[in-house]
């Protein structure tokens, strides 16, 4: 059974911050490409950004400057900072492995949602 946990989310102005967080579980957080992703109303669900077990990093251009992934292998965790937030950053945000390891519902966390007003 897949275990993600995402948390962190919240209600923030324009211009704002936010640090959301991801526990996997071990199996899958041990050998895996790590990344957020995430899904406005209406849109297709989108890569966010990627860190590897390394610690490499890669990101949407949308986000470039602004958002930075880390993760903590001792903790099986990722995390995603955003700075500098929009209003067109608003959605729900998930974490997975990249590629996801699956499209099906069941292999994604309940996602924490993220909301910016202007």
């Known amino acids: 059974q897949v275990q993600l946990v995402e948390s962190g989310g919240g209600l923030v102005r324009a211009g704002g911050s936010l640090r959301l967080s991801c526990v996997a579980s071990?199996?899958?957080?041990?050998?895996?490409?790590m990344a957020w992703y995430r899904q406005a109303p209406g849109k297709q669900r989108e890569l966010v950004a990627a860190?590897?077990?390394?610690?490499?990093?890669n990101y949407a251009d949308s986000v470039k400057g602004r958002f930075t992934i880390s993760r903590d292998n001792a903790k099986n965790t990722v995390y995603l900072q955003m700075k500098s937030l929009k209003p067109e950053d608003t959605a729900v945000y998930y974490c997975?492995?990249?590629?996801?390891?699956?499209?099906?519902?069941?292999?994604w966390g309940q996602g924490t949602q993220v909301t910016v007003s202007s």
């Open positions: 997975n492995t990249k590629p996801p390891l699956g499209y099906d519902r069941s292999s």
């Open positions: 071990g199996n899958i957080f041990s050998i895996n490409v």
């Open positions: 860190v590897t077990s390394g610690g490499s990093t």
